[in-house]
């Protein structure tokens, strides 16, 4: 049997696909505006954010991984008194955070190639952790680890089962990937995190599964 070459539309198809599976924030890139205008601006979120903020100290230094736009949840905990560092691989996005928080620091990384000088009292990564590949998904539980100080909180949001998805937003398909919740658990659990929550499918916050957990090297 003899194979014939893809056809240059089809290779440029799939290479697309790869493109936007590995690296979701080139559609981010695309859909900034669009995102800022309709993602919605009450805090579901927000049971989970007060949550976290009980468990840490005045003025906690929080990592805010794939900000976005910096609203809802980074203008909350700013609100309260943290100190916050927005990263976002988008640039169109981390372009609308700074406008809208023109006085806080927001660096443009891949978190998957997160370099930062310094420890945070927590990290959150809130509907942009799953937007990577489930390859990439068990090294960041160690970069979680690498910038918390000891007792450190980290919040993320993952899928409920093993698999892949694509939403639609803004015209553009955006991809996301899960582990199941016995990898994640075990994850955790080697890297040093005890898990004080895991809410899986929570109808009153858009069905998000949600994962806090304190880091607790010994």
């Given at each position: 049997?003899?194979?014939?070459?893809?056809?240059?539309?089809?290779?440029?198809?799939?290479?697309?696909?790869?493109?936007?599976?590995?690296?979701?924030?080139?559609?981010?890139?695309?859909?900034?505006?669009?995102?800022?205008?309709?993602?919605?601006?009450?805090?579901?979120?927000?049971?989970?954010?007060?949550?976290?903020?009980?468990?840490?100290?005045?003025?906690?230094?929080?990592l805010?991984?794939?900000?976005?736009?910096g609203?809802?949840?980074?203008g909350?905990?700013?609100?309260?008194?943290?100190?916050?560092?927005?990263?976002?691989?988008?640039?169109?996005?981390?372009?609308?955070?700074?406008?809208?928080?023109?006085?806080?620091?927001?660096?443009?990384?891949?978190?998957?190639?997160?370099?930062?000088?310094?420890?945070?009292d927590?990290?959150?990564?809130?509907?942009?952790?799953?937007?990577?590949?489930?390859?990439?998904?068990?090294?960041?539980?160690?970069?979680?680890?690498?910038?918390?100080?000891?007792?450190?909180?980290?919040?993320?949001?993952?899928?409920?089962?093993?698999?892949?998805?694509?939403?639609?937003?803004?015209?553009?398909?955006?991809?996301?990937?899960?582990?199941?919740?016995?990898?994640?658990?075990?994850?955790?659990?080697?890297?040093?995190?005890?898990?004080?929550?895991h809410?899986?499918?929570?109808?009153?916050?858009?069905?998000?599964?949600?994962?806090?957990?304190?880091?607790?090297?010994?």
């Open positions: 049997m003899i194979l014939k070459p893809l056809d240059e539309n089809l290779r440029a198809f799939f290479l697309n696909v790869m493109s936007e599976k590995e690296n979701v924030y080139k559609s981010y890139d695309k859909i900034a505006e669009w995102f800022a205008s309709n993602r919605p601006g009450q805090l579901i979120e927000k049971p989970y954010i007060d949550r976290l903020q009980l468990l840490l100290p005045n003025q906690a230094t929080i805010d991984l794939g900000c976005g736009n609203k809802p949840i980074m909350y905990l700013l609100q309260s008194g943290f100190q916050v560092v927005g990263v976002d691989a988008s640039e169109k996005m981390l372009d609308l955070a700074k406008q809208n928080f023109p006085a806080e620091t927001f660096l443009l990384q891949d978190m998957r190639e997160l370099q930062i000088g310094n420890k945070f927590a990290i959150i990564a809130w509907h942009s952790f799953f937007h990577l590949p489930a390859i990439d998904q068990p090294k960041m539980i160690e970069i979680f680890a690498n910038y918390l100080v000891p007792g450190g909180m980290l919040l993320f949001t993952s899928g409920s089962e093993r698999g892949e998805a694509w939403g639609l937003n803004g015209g553009e398909n955006l991809f996301h990937a899960s582990l199941d919740s016995d990898e994640y658990r075990l994850l955790l659990q080697n890297h040093q995190f005890e898990i004080i929550n809410t899986v499918n929570d109808a009153a916050c858009g069905n998000a599964t949600v994962w806090l957990a304190q880091f607790n090297p010994q």
